[in-house]
């Protein structure tokens, strides 16, 4: 497995950014996009607690779906504020995923703005996802084919990304968008797993502030080394092939995967599974 650093820059120029990364579907950590945002200084979990503490927020568990549950589906809720002393004390079980500030917290939206870096930002859905020391989040690509700007803050977080062009290597369960759950990027089996090693990608490593830009259909597994948490901002998709893409997987992957969980439960998750395995061990060399 081929694995090199993510470009990391101060500033960058919109038109150096749109030609040179987004058009060209190159990540990039941009350090200072968000300098100037109120959010660098006050957003931190004492801060949230105080916001939002009482809140209570759906969360997600770092095992893949089994049985006849939904891959998406929440296997939890608390209030916020206890969320947070969690993480604290060590909890990396749970992961708060896809957060939507616009509706249940909208006064955060006065701690930062939508950057001027030429992406048409989709301004109703900043998310923010949250995670405990050793937190794994398993390979996986956006549903939507959005370019993304994650913007992180708090501890540091790790995010390992490969081009789509790649996924034949990554072990892509059929009717999802995720590689296998078992897949440790940190620590890659070559012996289970073994065309992972014809992989190539990049490895951003993130501190407080920090702005990455990952292209449309980019795969990433993310390590979250301290409690931490970020918030992405997304352009949706404007090039027909992503508009295809993005309608395909929510009107069909979806929907049939959900069918069938419902049906058949841990047969279809099995029988995905074997088949995420043939396929790209035939790509092992």
């Known amino acids: ?49 105080q916001t939002f503490g009482d809140n209570v927020v759906p969360l997600y568990g770092c095992e893949e779906a089994k049985g006849h549950r939904h891959q998406h589906a929440h296997i939890a809720e608390m209030r916020f504020g206890d969320y947070i002393q969690e993480l604290k004390q060590g909890n990396n079980k749970l992961r708060m995923f896809f957060y939507n500030i616009l509706q249940q917290v909208p006064a955060l939206l006065r701690d930062f703005s939508y950057p001027e870096i030429g992406l048409k930002l989709f301004k109703k859905l900043p998310v923010l996802f949250f995670g405990g020391k050793g937190t794994k989040v398993q390979l996986h690509f956006d549903i939507d084919w959005a370019d993304l700007l994650l913007c992180h803050f708090g501890g540091q977080k790790r995010v390992y990304l490969f081009p789509y062009d790649q996924t034949k290597y ?27 090693q014809q992989a190539k990608g990049s490895l951003a490593i993130l ?32 090039k027909l092939s992503h508009v295809w893409q993005l309608i395909y997987n929510i009107i069909y992957v979806r929907t049939v995967d959900g069918l069938m969980r419902r049906w058949l439960g841990q047969p279809w998750n099995e029988r995905n599974r074997q088949r995420a395995i043939e396929r790209s061990n035939a790509f092992a060399k």
């Open 1 to 49: 497995m081929q694995i090199s650093p993510v470009t990391r820059v101060d500033t960058i120029a919109r038109d150096s950014f749109l030609a040179d990364y987004k058009d060209q579907q190159i990540p990039l950590v941009i350090t200072n996009l968000s300098r100037n945002w109120p959010a660098r200084d006050k957003w931190n979990f004492d801060y949230f607690c």
């Open 170 to 196: 990554l072990y892509h369960v059929p009717y999802s968008f995720s590689g296998l759950s078992d897949i440790d990027m940190d620590r890659p089996d070559f012996q289970r797993f073994p065309a992972l």
């Open 207 to 238: 501190n407080h502030g920090d702005v990455l830009y990952i292209p449309p259909g980019y795969w990433h597994y993310i390590i979250y080394d301290d409690a931490s948490f970020s918030m992405t901002l997304r352009a949706l998709p404007r």
